[in-house]
């Protein structure tokens, strides 16, 4: 049984439209025997000319600088998870990202890719297997990671009170506005070459399950696919990793998780004050998002990168199926202000040229036709 979801159009005929997509869809919801079963995301891995400049824009994003070495700087968020991002020296690039898994499975990759297992640094602990994945992003799996004294975290909102429920009395709302801690680093999300051959490597290697696929009108491959960890009967996030189909490849978007609706909107209103002197540029939102239906604002480091803040977002456990929707401008937020063109990337014209002229003759999943329907469809 597979579920279905729109907001346009006569239903009867979309859903029509999106049980001929699932039919004729060539890319699988799941491995059936994967190779190992990931448990989550661990890090993210940044190379930045200038790690200072770099770190500031994380500091105001709400992570708190743990460990600062010559070369590199790692970033934390409140929880006890070892850190969120490390910020390497060099020409910028988002070459790695780092997975949580068991050590038996670490072991399990490193036989099965001939690889060596590494040890890290002392003060990230743990051991890992690195791989490269089809798009040649580093994909570290880690076990064993140092765990970090917890930070207890001043709640950003007091007790709600509601029309039926008021349980603030005597006391008023006075938000401090300042970066808000986040909790955790969600999800990362990817432009890819091939999203066939991409998602089904990580199905096949890590277990990833398909939580929803969206599709352009009419294409057998979906142009963008959100995928959860299989723990089992354990309810997970909506999605941890995503790829997508756009015309400049590699990184989208990565995702932090806040606590509340309110630290989301206060987090935003101290990066807008921060935004002109240190060359943030706001993505979208504030939003609610349809696939996940997290509370989203996104953001624009200095270099470029986008990042998002998030709260409430949906949590899946293996019971739950694989969702089939039509890509539109329309089909990525319940409510909110429109998708802006910083968030679509329409404001980097000249590089997404020549990546399109770059990319056309290579036979890869950015076709003109493809092209054509983006357009069409944002
Ligand atoms: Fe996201």
Known sequence: MVTFMTTTGSENTVNRELEKLRRECQV????????????????????????EKAAKFFVDYGLLLDIRTE???????????????????????????????????VQRLAHHYDQTIQAHPTQMGGQYVSLKDPDGLVVEVNCNLSTLLPIDKVPCESNW????????????VRNVISPVTVRKLGHSLHS????????????????????????????????????????????????????????ELGHIHSAFEMDTFE??????????????EMQYKHGWGIGRHILGSQVFDYWRDPYGDLFEHYADGDLFNREKNTGYHLFNGSAQHQWGPDMTAEFKGLNRPWNTFKSVLRRIPSNDDLSIRRLAKMIKAI
């Open 71 to 105: 070369k590199r700087i790692y970033l934390r968020g409140v929880s006890a998870e070892h850190h969120l991002i490390i910020i390497e020296k060099g020409p910028q690039a988002l070459t790695t990202i780092g997975l949580k898994a068991s050590e038996g499975d």
């Open 161 to 172: 009170n509601t029309g039926d429920e008021k349980t603030r009395k005597n006391e008023s």
């Open 192 to 247: 890819v070459a091939n999203i066939k051959k991409t998602v089904h490597w990580y199905q096949d290697t890590f277990g990833f399950i398909v939580s929803d696929f969206q599709f352009l009108p009419g294409d057998e491959n979906p142009i963008v696919v959100f995928m959860r960890v299989d723990r089992g009967e354990v309810p997970t996030d909506h999605h941890t990793l995503g790829f997508g189909i756009t015309p």
């Open 263 to 276: 630290e989301v909107a206060v987090a935003g209103h101290w990066m807008s004050k921060r935004a002109s």
């Open 28 to 51: 699988k919801e799941c491995c059936s025997d994967p190779l190992t079963k990931v448990e989550g995301l661990a890090y993210l891995v940044l190379i930045r000319p200038d790690i």
